[in-house]
């Protein structure tokens, strides 16, 4: 019986150092809603937070939009609904830009449109890099520039381990004052989203 006893306890604690060992850094933020979730760069990035979004089943499929590509068509897409936050994941495509027929600098000139509106309408601003180091480049690559237009205006960041491996976005939350969570795995994103939005 003890023996047992033993065994659950330590299957206990190690479970809980496993979930916790998950995600570091700041303290996660407390969400607001509703949303308005879009991405930067035209990767697959925000499909993918969308549907871990979706399977945390921590807040129901009308609380937030999904828009790839706010302000390219309607400049009212910001003001669409009373949005409290614009939870921007950032992560560029070849492919994406290509099917959206557009090139990075149009997508970049877009994203500082989104961002000065943001600002204007005094949203809080989430950025999350999920991807990791696949969506890393060269400086003045598509990924790059995609991170520098939207993480420095963040007022918050959720970012892969793997893909802070240079510390890009350890030095821009230092620097501007930013909280920055950390996560090991894309799926430990939906752990985020738990915490965000507590169902208690």
Known sequence: MKKTLVVLIAIFVLSTTMVFALISGDPVVKGQLPFLLTNAGQGPGGKMARLLIWQSKAIQET???????????????????????????IGSSAKGLGAS??????????????????KRLNLFIIAAHIEGKDR???????????????????????VMKDGNQDGKFTRIAQE?????????????????????????
């Open 101 to 118: 027929g557009i090139t990075i600098e149009e997508e970049i000139a877009r994203l500082n449109k989104m961002i000065a509106e943001a």
């Open 176 to 200: 501007k004052n930013i909280p920055l969570t950390i996560i090991d795995n894309t799926i430990d994103f939906m752990q985020v989203i738990k915490q965000m939005f507590p169902t208690e």
């Open 136 to 158: 890393r480049g060269n400086p003045g690559s598509a990924d790059e520039q995609s991170i520098d237009a939207i993480a420095p205006f963040a007022d918050y960041l959720i």
């Open 63 to 89: 609380d937030f939009d999904y828009n790839a590509e706010p302000l390219r068509d309607n400049p009212n897409d910001l003001t669409a609904r009373d949005y409290k936050m614009l939870f921007v994941i």
